[in-house]
């Protein structure tokens, strides 16, 4: 943190569970003395089962101490699991779901979520489950080629664009 509090570039930081607001506004504190529009952007990654727990106080306790951030959600890293063989993957409806939970909470508080961040591929990989073609377990096998974490293919991809495109 001392390190990034002297760089002049704009600064993303990655949220995730169980950070207290109290500290997320030390956080900011030392990352962006000044309220600097466009320094900051606070990158939210719960996972689809925490996000409507978690989230909220930290939106709250930003707007009180009005700070100005860029909210951004990555709905990938939170909902990475394991199938009974150890493969790793994730749920398409596990990604949307909180992806549209995030839309629905920063609308609610009257907040903007101003970016989202995808792990994906144009390639016709099979690493995350579900979307309209519906790839299961089964399928994961026939075409995962990522050698770290599981990419949304071009279909998925297309389908979440798709469904942005209709909250903004």
Known sequence: VEYFRGINNPIGVKIGNAMPPEQLLALIDTLDPYNE???????????????????????????????????????????TEKTTAGTKTRKFEHILAELEQAFEIHRARSSYLGG????????????????????????LARAYRSSVDPRLNYEQSLELAMLIAKRV
Not at 119 to 135: D, F, I, K, Q, S
């Open 116 to 139: 989202v961040h995808f792990e994906l591929t144009g390639e016709n990989v099979t690493e995350c489950t579900g979307g309209a073609r519906g790839l299961s377990e089964d399928d």
């Open 37 to 79: 529009p466009g320094r900051l952007t606070l990158i939210h990654r719960f996972g689809a089962h925490d996000i409507a727990r978690e989230l909220p106080p930290l939106i709250d306790a930003v707007a009180k101490a009005k700070r100005t951030v860029l909210w951004m959600c990555d709905p990938m890293h939170g909902n």
